[in-house]
């Protein structure tokens, strides 16, 4: 087991090597569905009944192995982190997902869970061979939807941006010209003419101005107005909270799967410590 791990990691780090014919959309799609996985984390209602919640996106990259936008993750304990597949209703134990490799400076991190060993990983593609105007499928968990959804984007352009403010890192991204929403983040970007995955979602453009930040942010309170009892800064806040979810200006970017293959070369040492 330990050497098919290895052998799948190097085929996926020289997999941009071949030739691949074009396939149709739907195929794409259809092939690439049992290899989506939903991130999840689970929090308590209003009656502190227990409530998953869709956080973002991923997809498997090597047996039990999965990708993900780190933001994704942020903020969540490690032994609260699920994987759930989109063909699987129910959430159980088995879903429970470890970080493995994370890497802040590209906002990505590989998760573990032996339970999604058996399934199908999706192949990376050649970055550098992708051209602006071919067109790509992005597929994830829209606004925590747990239906996977597809959608069609061109490649707008390419950039190198600093994800990180302050340090002096620049990420290789693809600008797409699509509708990028909370939820998208950490799903695949499949290349249409190679049927490979050449990117990772990660931001989507447009957010409330900064002035509207700070009511989102503070925790001022109204101490003599109420709503029906609300307070209205909690109503604007929430109102704030949506709108910046919905908030899509048809344009979002992908990290380019250049630096998931730099983390998975370095892992291969990592892969083969791993128990059968």
């Known amino acids: 087991m330990?050497?098919?791990i290895i052998i799948l990691l190097i085929?996926?780090?020289?997999?941009?090597?071949?030739?691949?014919?074009?396939k149709s959309v739907p195929s794409l799609i259809k092939e690439a569905e049992s290899s989506i996985?939903?991130?999840?984390?689970?929090?308590?209602?209003k009656e502190k009944v227990?409530?998953?919640v869709v956080r973002g996106s991923a997809f498997l990259v090597a047996p039990g192995i999965a990708v993900t936008a780190l933001h994704v993750i942020d903020g969540l304990p490690e032994k609260s982190i699920f994987?759930?597949?989109?063909?699987?209703?129910?959430?159980?134990?088995?879903?429970?997902a470890t970080i493995f490799v994370k890497d802040p400076n590209h906002d990505l991190v590989l998760l573990r869970c032996p339970f999604l060993k058996d399934r199908s990983f999706l192949k990376l593609g050649e970055p550098n061979q992708v051209e602006i105007g071919e067109e790509s499928i992005l597929m994830g968990f829209p606004m925590g939807d747990p239906i996977l959804t597809s959608s069609k984007a061109m490649i707008a352009a390419k950039a190198r941006i600093e994800l990180l403010k302050g340090y002096d890192v620049l990420t290789d991204m693809f600008k797409l010209d699509c509708a990028i929403n909370s939820g998208n983040s950490?799903?695949?970007?499949?290349?249409?003419?190679?049927?490979?995955?050449?990117?990772?979602?990660?931001l989507k453009v447009g957010a409330i101005s900064q002035k509207l930040q700070i009511?989102?942010?503070?925790?001022?309170?109204?101490a003599r107005i109420t709503l029906e009892g609300d307070d209205p800064i909690d109503l604007l806040q929430e109102t704030l909270k949506d709108m910046e979810r919905n908030l899509n200006l048809g344009l979002g970017y992908a990290i380019s799967v250049s630096h998931l293959k730099k983390i998975l070369e370095m892992s291969t040492t990592q892969m083969q410590a791993l128990p059968e």
Do not use: W, Y
């Open 186 to 202: 950490g799903g695949p970007v499949i290349h249409i003419p190679s049927g490979k995955v050449i990117g990772v979602v990660s």
């Open 83 to 96: 994987l759930v597949p989109a063909d699987q209703n129910q959430l159980n134990k088995k879903n429970l």
């Open 215 to 222: 009511f989102k942010k503070k925790k001022a309170r109204s």
């Open 11 to 22: 085929c996926q780090i020289c997999t941009g090597c071949e030739n691949v014919d074009e």
């Open 2 to 4: 330990k050497k098919l």
């Open 37 to 45: 996985v939903r991130v999840m984390f689970v929090t308590k209602d």
């Open 50 to 52: 227990p409530l998953p």
